[in-house]
């Protein structure tokens, strides 16, 4: 958008104080595609707010000048007036066309396009987390996307189950992931963050708790992300924890719902190639330490109502959750 | 048919000195209007103070980031049943009892046209209600804990969550059955009003002289029968779905969830304008009123309602324009999404034309009527920026929109019912509202519910979703939703002083006049509340403000006080009672697994209609 109307967006944050900082906000764009919207929507509250002055002033001069006065005559009985009519209805008409003009031309704008040589990234929504595929690279994660800055990205998104929607607020729109459809969309990042975002199509239980992040990496770090990634996962060194939890692993129940590379073919739950390699867990609710890791393998619903990692029976020791916490923070 | 003056009939005269029948068996087996519609409105007032605790206790959840007063599984069910009940359960019916009490007597008739299928509605309605919300207690008989098996996929209930694999639990069985019984009523209630208004008018009260309250509630009924139907496919659909294995919204046997979401926005868009036309028709009749003025534009006013209805089915997509449906679908209900504002719009400019030079009384009802427009206003601006689809992808599904259908909702609807209360309220009791608490309780109204929705579109503005039981503290709306906590606890205080108000007014609130206000339609002109038989003498219309001096005609006279031939009135039945308790024993079939209770439950409603039609006119 243009720089000479930024300061037009921020008006309706200055009641609130433009002070605190706001990672879900839709009102700092930070790619072209949320850009495009803003303008657009920077548009419309102008529109909004002169109607709105306009026709609230006219009901309160109306209340306030023609209050009962005892002496007064009584009112003229008016039944109507077809000129006034006439204009009532073209002025909002009118209106709605500089609303309409823009609209369309934002909605073609913004179909969700990227040019051929986009970096595809294929986003699949989870009761209740994201999975992310980069088909021409080969790599598949949860939770977090990575994505170069100034790059055109193209995101197909889908679900696994019932109906998601994925929203980056500061990358652009929301779009609903339903399985059997695929929808579009398309952004180019214009800076380097850690954008925060979350499903927002309610998904069950714990709709709340379905939360992503969106890196937008400079280009030298996103292709090391990249390198790593489609590396196997780090083997841990002999005799240490990391070796013992690769071993619990390996003959729990969790090779049955993740995958880790070399390892197991699980695909119910998030792949955890390099697990240890990511901020965040469960679904960006809780940072990725060894408390919470430790805690979510204990009891995951306890954490996140409805989670389908239900308590392992028989429960695991303490001993083979710290083994289990050491080798998938070595995953990196 | 009964209501015809005759001389002939043997029993059931009433004469002004003939006591009104009391006790109970005379409410339960009541088919006269006034008094159904006094069910209406305490059993909905019930209902609004049900799913306004509901929305107490969501607000308290998310007054501060991370809350947990309540768990995921408890919010999901509180404000899935805060939308339905507040929709399904106390705005629809609490339109519903002015539509039973007012309209029969705006359009100087003495009963509605069907009196026994206006209980039946009813008794339906009442039962639909309990049957939902005994969802919230029966969980041990379902071997889960009670508040958690109420529904829990929101008042919208999107497929695919809703099918049995992912909502096993009889929580949207409770939903779908419940819907389905609040669709009867609806639907005879529609079919009822529609033959009334039309049929039922005094002579001389061409439609273009019909009051315009009277005019919205023909619309609506429209709206009704026609909407209705689509989301009862909908639903039996879903019910199909989870009872028998069918697959109209099952992804893996080929079908698409979005096939719900069309249909249910077929349905749920003309059901806003179910919910605001009313509202509109009340203060079309507050504001002549009180500003002693006749509506601005009266003409104007009934044909943009009557388009609003039409255009009320050509907007639905706008729910949808994050699914993906094509720029081109996109911007077909984006332009007439817009073009529905303009006779909204149009609307608004004529009522505070109306006001304008008018000799403006500030009633509490009229405080209420002018507190709907202003408020409206900002419903309706907000809803333009969401009917351009782009930004809507920034804005559907965050609280922005929850800002939004609150100041259509409860800023319109709402208060356009509460100005619908204090305005008639001494017609239907005889007692008038104390206007000094009256006008406590707008303020309280006004003030909460712009503390507790206008911070709202920011907290979405900000990226916070709706329908989450959640928040981080990272999002920095903390003290947003904080504001609006504190707002939606003024509007309890405000629900309160109106309890007081009417609790007062009971006994010691001053004795209504026939008309204590100066109203120009038909329902001022005989006493408050009115006899049994509505009008001693069917009043005879020549113009649209029949009480009123105008230029060109001199106010009717009043019917005398004393009927001058005796009136024939119906009696009570039982049988659309009866009739009505078929319905749940029917759905309970379903929901517990048991065939012999969907025969036992025909046979209750099979018995009741059989009884009603050959039950001769007298008891």
């Known amino acids: 958008m243009p720089r000479s109307r930024h300061w037009l967006t921020a008006v309706p944050l200055a009641v609130y104080g433009c002070a605190g900082s706001f990672p879900q906000s839709t009102l700092h764009p930070r790619s072209d595609f949320a850009a495009e919207i803003q303008q657009l929507f920077t548009g419309i509250f102008w529109w909004a707010l002169a109607v709105f002055a306009v026709v609230e002033t006219l009901l309160l001069v109306a209340i306030i000048r023609f209050r009962k006065s005892e002496r007064g005559p009584p009112p003229k009985p008016t039944h109507g007036h077809t000129l006034l009519e006439i204009g009532w209805t073209l002025a909002p008409a009118v209106i709605l066309v500089f609303v309409a003009v823009p609209t369309v031309r934002t909605i073609f704008a913004t179909a969700g396009e990227a040019p051929r040589q986009a970096l595809q990234v294929e986003v699949i929504g989870h009761q209740w987390w994201w999975e992310y595929r980069y088909p021409d690279l080969g790599i598949v994660t949860a939770g977090e996307m990575h994505v170069p800055v100034g790059k055109p990205v193209q995101v197909s998104i889908t679900s696994a189950d019932v109906i998601h929607s994925f929203w980056a607020p500061a990358l652009g729109g929301k779009r609903d992931a339903i399985a059997g459809h695929v929808n579009r969309i398309a952004f180019r990042a214009d800076s380097v963050g850690d954008y925060l975002g979350q499903c927002v199509e309610f998904c069950g239980a714990s709709h709340a708790n379905m939360r992503l992040r969106v890196l937008v990496d400079a280009d030298t770090s996103f292709q090391a992300w990249v390198k790593t990634e489609q590396g196997g996962p780090a083997a841990p060194p002999a005799g240490s924890a990391a070796e013992r939890g690769k071993a619990v692993f390996s003959r729990s129940a969790c090779i049955g719902c993740h995958t880790i590379q070399g390892v197991s073919p699980g695909v119910i739950g998030p792949n955890l190639t390099h697990v240890g390699s990511r901020a965040t867990i469960a679904s960006g609710v809780f940072p990725n330490d060894s408390a919470h890791l430790a805690s979510w393998i204990a009891d995951a619903p306890s954490l996140k109502p409805g989670a389908i990692m239900t308590r392992m029976k028989p429960p695991l020791t303490d001993a083979d959750i710290a083994a289990l916490v050491a080798y998938l923070q070595s995953l990196k | ?619």
Request: proline letters at 8%.
């Open chain 2, 1 to 619: 048919m009964s209501h015809v003056a005759a001389s002939a009939a043997p029993a059931a005269f009433a004469f002004p000195a003939t006591p009104r029948p009391r006790g109970l068996k005379s409410w339960v087996t009541t088919t006269d209007h006034k008094r159904i519609g006094l069910l209406y409105f305490w059993t909905a007032f019930c209902f609004f103070l049900l799913g306004g605790l509901e929305a107490l206790v969501i607000r308290l959840q998310l007054a501060q980031p991370d809350g947990h007063l309540v768990s995921a599984a408890t919010y999901n069910q509180l404000f899935t049943m805060h939308g339905t009940t507040m929709i399904f359960l106390a705005l629809m019916p609490l339109s519903a009892s002015f539509f039973n009490y007012i309209v029969p007597l705006q359009i100087g008739a003495r009963d509605v046209a069907f009196p026994r299928l206006n209980a039946f509605s009813y008794w339906v309605f009442l039962l639909g209600g309990l049957f939902l919300n005994a969802s919230w207690l029966v969980g041990p008989l379902f071997h889960a804990g009670s508040l958690s098996v109420a529904p829990d996929a929101g008042w919208f209930g999107y497929a695919n969550l809703t099918e049995r694999q992912f909502s096993p639990g009889p929580n949207i069985d409770f939903w779908v059955l419940g819907l389905q019984i609040l669709g009867i009523s609806s639907l005879a209630a529609g079919f009822n009003f529609i033959v009334t208004i039309l049929n039922m008018r005094a002579p001389g009260m061409k439609m273009m002289r019909l009051p315009t309250f009277s005019w919205m509630t023909l619309v609506t009924q429209f709206l009704v029968i026609t909407a209705f139907p689509v989301i009862t496919v909908a639903l039996v659909f879903l019910m199909f779905d989870r009872f028998f294995g069918a697959h109209f919204y099952v992804v893996q046997a080929g079908a698409t969830p979005i096939l719900w979401q069309h249909l249910f926005w077929l349905f749920g868009h003309p059901e806003v304008y179910i919910l605001i036309l009313p509202a509109m028709g009340i203060v079309s009749e507050v504001l002549p009123t009180f500003a002693r003025k006749p509506l601005f534009g009266y003409t104007v006013v009934v044909y943009s309602g009557v388009l609003i209805g039409f255009m009320g089915w050509g907007v639905w997509s706008h729910h949808m324009f994050a699914v993906g449906l094509g720029p081109i679908g996109d911007s077909v209900f984006a332009a007439t999404t817009m073009l529905i504002a303009v006779p909204t719009g149009v609307k608004i400019f004529n009522w505070i034309a109306t006001l304008w030079g008018g000799a403006i009384r500030g009633t509490t009802a009229l405080h209420f009527a002018v507190g709907f427009i202003a408020m409206f206003i900002i419903g309706g601006l907000s809803g333009v920026s969401h009917a351009s689809p782009p930004a809507d992808l920034q804005q559907t599904d965050t609280y922005y929109v929850v800002a939004h259908i609150h100041y259509v909702l409860f800023g319109g609807t709402v208060q356009g019912l509460f100005a619908g209360i204090y305005y008639w309220w001494p017609k239907m009791t005889g007692r008038l509202l104390d206007e000094r608490l009256g006008k406590l309780h707008f303020w309280l109204t006004f003030i909460g519910m712009n503390l507790t929705f206008f911070p709202m579109h920011l907290i979405g503005l900000l990226g916070m979703p709706r329908r989450i039981y959640t928040y981080g503290p990272e999002l920095g709306v903390g003290a947003l939703n904080l504001t609006s906590t504190i707002g939606a606890l003024l509007i309890g205080v405000s629900v309160l002083v109106f309890i007081g108000n009417l609790l007062r007014t009971r006994k010691r609130g001053a004795i209504a006049p026939n008309d204590p206000w100066g109203g120009a339609t038909l329902e001022w002109s005989i006493p408050s509340p009115p006899p049994v038989y509505n009008f001693s003498v069917i009043p005879t219309v020549e113009n649209r403000l029949p009480r009123w001096k105008t230029e060109l005609h001199e106010p009717i006279t009043d019917p005398p006080a004393v009927p001058p031939a005796p009136i024939h009135v119906p009696g009570g039945s039982w049988w659309p009672l009866v009739a009505a308790l078929g319905l749940p024993v029917l759905a309970l079939a379903p929901l517990t697994h048991t065939l012999w209770l969907a025969f036992l439950g025909a046979a209750i409603l099979l018995f009741g209609v059989y009884r009603w039609a050959f039950e001769p006119f007298e008891m």
